[in-house]
Nanobody, 119 residues
Framework: QVQLVESGGGLVQPGGSLKLSCVASGLMFSIYDMKWYRQVPGKERELVAVITSPYRTIDYADSVKGRFTISRDPSKKAVYLQMNSLKPEDTAVYYC????????????WGQGTQVTVSS
């Protein structure tokens, strides 16, 4: 059974930092593109950052470039999202995604973790 378990969300003041973690189990982590999405009520889920496999190509949404950093640790089957200089508009539920759909494979989602940026 595939599981993606996120952690690290919470309440932070504007300008602050958080680091999200996502630990995968039940899949061959090394072959999946790993992504972070976010969603606010009433809006579509937005792709925030992606780190591909195997070449580790990285890309970010324009709204987070220069502030967020995605990384992955194959030894821990984990993907991280370091979020700095947080803004109120970063408030959302953040979801971890493991994706092989571009290769005809499956895509899996975590349960989400809430990030709230507020003073």
């Amino acid at each position: 059974q595939v599981q993606l378990v996120e952690s690290g969300g919470g309440l932070v003041q504007p300008g602050g930092s958080l680091k999200l973690s996502c630990v995968a189990s039940g899949l061959m982590f090394s072959i999946y593109d790993m992504k972070w999405y976010r969603q606010v009520p009433g809006k579509e889920r937005e792709l925030v950052a992606v780190i591909t496999s195997p070449y580790r190509t990285i890309d970010y949404a324009d709204s987070v470039k220069g502030r967020f950093t995605i990384s992955r640790d194959p030894s821990k089957k984990a993907v991280y999202l370091q979020m700095n200089s947080l803004k109120p508009e970063d408030t959302a539920v953040y979801y971890c995604n493991a994706d092989r759909s571009s290769y005809g494979g499956e895509t899996y989602w975590g349960q989400g973790t809430q990030v709230t940026v507020s003073s």
